[in-house]
């Protein structure tokens, strides 16, 4: 089980990868790759995660993130419109980040292997990737036509091709992940 420090210590290092790999790391798209980074690749975070407006959220993780800005750990950067605030480590947050090299060590795969899959990739398409993992992993549906089909009908903006392509995507993640495991 991590404390909170440690766990404060993670996510500033997996947002400086989402920001390596172009993510704009605002509130959204740290909740949707930390769901990948907990469900699919076992990081303990134990962030609880229901399906929610726009895919998978934590209301727990919204709160850490909270806290985190309120001890100065992480900071909302202001961009150019039509963007939200990103959130970005302090040198604080860095400094606390520092003193657990173990624990981020023994989670940089993983975390390397989210960031690199999602750190590019926008709010709408991390929704839809989140959406298909979160049906993945309930089972929904028998093959992935019919995943697709379950997806359509608790995300009606999403087409079924959308989130036929969202499954595929999600299943290729999967299939390195068990590969590279594997080795």
């Not at 798209?29 to 726009?54: C, R, S």
């Not at 090299?101 to 750190?119: D, H, M, N, Q, R």
Request: net charge negative; proline share 4%.
């Amino acid at each position: 089980m991590l404390d909170r420090l440690q766990k404060a210590s993670l996510i500033i290092e997996f947002i400086n990868r989402l920001d390596e790999k172009d993510s704009w790391c605002g509130e959204t798209h740290i909740q949707k790759a930390t769901y990948f980074l907990q469900e699919l690749t076992g990081v303990p975070l134990d962030f609880e995660f229901i399906l929610y407006k726009h895919g998978p959220f934590s209301f727990d993780l919204r709160d850490e993130l909270t806290a985190m800005r309120a001890d100065g750990l992480i900071k909302n950067e202001i961009k150019l419109p039509p963007y939200g605030p990103r959130l970005l480590p302090t040198d604080l947050g860095n400094k606390i980040h520092d003193h657990f090299p173990k624990t981020t060590k023994k989670y940089s795969y993983e975390i390397e292997f989210v960031s690199e899959y999602l750190g590019d990739k926008s709010v709408v398409e991390l929704e839809r990737m989140g959406t298909a993992l979160y049906a993945i992993l309930k089972d929904m549906g028998n093959d992935k036509s019919e995943r697709a089909e379950e997806i359509h009908k608790l995300k009606p903006h999403v087409s079924t091709e959308e989130a036929l392509l969202a499954l595929n995507k999600v299943e290729g993640m999967i299939k390195e992940l068990e590969k590279i495991k594997s080795t």
